[in-house]
């Protein structure tokens, strides 16, 4: 019978499970996965952390994420955050795979301004198959930042540790930042057809009755039919058009609006239920807000 693993909540725990040995800083840690031997027993076995976690591995790995499991080529970096479920699909022998993983727990960054802007990397909430694939040159440069971090943790703590440490992570995840939109930009026709397909659902979804049935469609519904994380997709449509999934989708709706009001046989309140609000006024206030007009100012107007 597999051990189940529930939650890591801690780098010493992560060290003690895996025995890698005692940490040299208690909130973060770079593993060499050529030394990461995984048997069997923790095969298939499903696990919570607490940790951030920035890895860079060089071929199939057997990483299970969710319900999906990814093998990759050289050059893939990958990112989870903390509290997603994971698991890994197949052992692991000494020396069969090169790279690097990068664990951190959210107090190395809790009173610093990484901390603030955290959530702002959207892709530690990106599905593994949308992993940022890099050059060599782009390979190199962020493994030197990871060279720099693993060589403060390396030597004594002092003062100034804390401060190398989180710089040298933030320029590492902004570089990485850089890095996706180039990816973003590289795959320019492939992006093309999933705002296309965006849209078709968007339509699809108004002309089937759902916003009055279902409320406004969610950023899941359309992650869960384009089968993209909803981060990804919502960055992706940013880079290709300017506006995130709630911008389309409220773009949407005022532009529907816009129609419905110019017909005398519906209410304001009715046009509002039509497009997936319980209370007009929150209807309202949306409207006003992208055109400067109340619904019944803007339908007096026309």
Same mark, same amino acid.
Request: glycine share 6%; net charge negative; proline share 2%.
């Given at each position: 019978?597999? =051990?189940?693993?529930?939650?890591?909540?801690?780098?010493?725990?992560?060290?003690?499970?895996?025995?890698?040995?005692?940490?040299?800083?208690?909130?973060?840690?770079?593993?060499?996965?050529?030394?990461?031997?995984?048997?069997?027993?923790?095969?298939?076995?499903?696990?919570?952390? +607490?940790?951030?976690? #920035?890895?860079?591995?060089?071929?199939?790995?057997?990483?299970?994420?969710? /319900?999906?499991?990814?093998?990759?080529?050289?050059?893939?970096?990958?990112?989870?955050?903390?509290?997603? #479920?994971?698991?890994?699909?197949?052992?692991?022998?000494?020396?069969?795979?090169?790279?690097?993983?990068?664990?951190?727990?959210?107090?190395?960054?809790?009173? $610093?301004?990484?901390?603030?802007?955290?959530?702002?990397?959207?892709?530690?909430?990106?599905?593994?198959?949308?992993?940022?694939?890099?050059?060599?040159?782009?390979?190199?440069?962020?493994?030197?930042?990871?060279?720099?971090?693993? %060589?403060?943790?390396?030597?004594?703590?002092? %003062?100034?540790? =804390?401060?190398?440490?989180?710089?040298?992570? +933030?320029?590492?995840?902004?570089?990485?930042?850089?890095?996706?939109?180039?990816?973003? %930009?590289?795959?320019?026709? =492939?992006?093309?057809? #999933?705002?296309?397909?965006?849209?078709?659902?968007?339509?699809?979804?108004?002309?089937?009755?759902?916003?009055?049935?279902?409320?406004?469609?969610?950023?899941?519904?359309?992650?869960?039919?384009?089968?993209?994380?909803?981060?990804?997709?919502?960055?992706?449509?940013?880079?290709?058009?300017?506006?995130?999934?709630?911008?389309? #989708?409220?773009?949407?709706?005022?532009?529907?609006?816009?129609?419905?009001?110019?017909?005398?046989?519906?209410?304001?309140?009715?046009?509002?239920? $039509?497009?997936? @609000?319980?209370?007009?006024?929150?209807?309202? /206030?949306? @409207?006003?807000?992208?055109?400067?007009?109340?619904?019944?100012?803007?339908?007096?107007?026309?």
């Amino acid at each position: 019978m597999k =051990q189940d693993i529930n939650s890591i909540k801690s780098i010493s725990q992560l060290h003690e499970i895996f025995g890698f040995g005692k940490p040299t800083h208690p909130l973060i840690s770079i593993i060499d996965v050529s030394k990461w031997e995984i048997s069997e027993q923790f095969v298939d076995v499903k696990y919570t952390s +607490e940790l951030y976690t #920035v890895g860079l591995k060089d071929k199939s790995c057997g990483l299970q994420y969710g /319900r999906n499991t990814y093998d990759f080529d050289e050059g893939v970096l990958i990112f989870t955050a903390p509290n997603q #479920v994971k698991s890994v699909s197949k052992s692991q022998r000494l020396d069969e795979i090169n790279g690097w993983m990068l664990f951190f727990h959210a107090d190395l960054i809790r009173n $610093t301004s990484l901390g603030q802007s955290i959530e702002d990397y959207g892709f530690f909430s990106y599905d593994v198959h949308e992993a940022l694939h890099l050059s060599e040159a782009e390979q190199k440069t962020i493994t030197d930042c990871k060279t720099m971090i693993q %060589n403060e943790i390396m030597e004594r703590i002092d %003062n100034h540790s =804390q401060t190398v440490i989180v710089s040298s992570l +933030e320029l590492l995840l902004n570089l990485s930042r850089r890095y996706y939109e180039r990816q973003f %930009n590289t795959r320019t026709a =492939q992006n093309s057809d #999933v705002v296309s397909q965006f849209h078709t659902l968007l339509n699809s979804y108004y002309k089937s009755g759902k916003f009055a049935e279902t409320g406004t469609p969610s950023v899941e519904y359309f992650s869960d039919k384009i089968h993209l994380s909803g981060n990804y997709l919502s960055d992706l449509l940013k880079k290709e058009t300017g506006y995130s999934i709630k911008d389309h #989708v409220n773009n949407f709706i005022i532009e529907k609006a816009k129609t419905l009001l110019l017909s005398e046989s519906e209410t304001v309140s009715g046009i509002a239920y $039509t497009l997936g @609000f319980n209370y007009p006024h929150y209807f309202n /206030r949306l @409207f006003k807000n992208k055109t400067g007009l109340t619904p019944q100012e803007y339908r007096q107007l026309n």
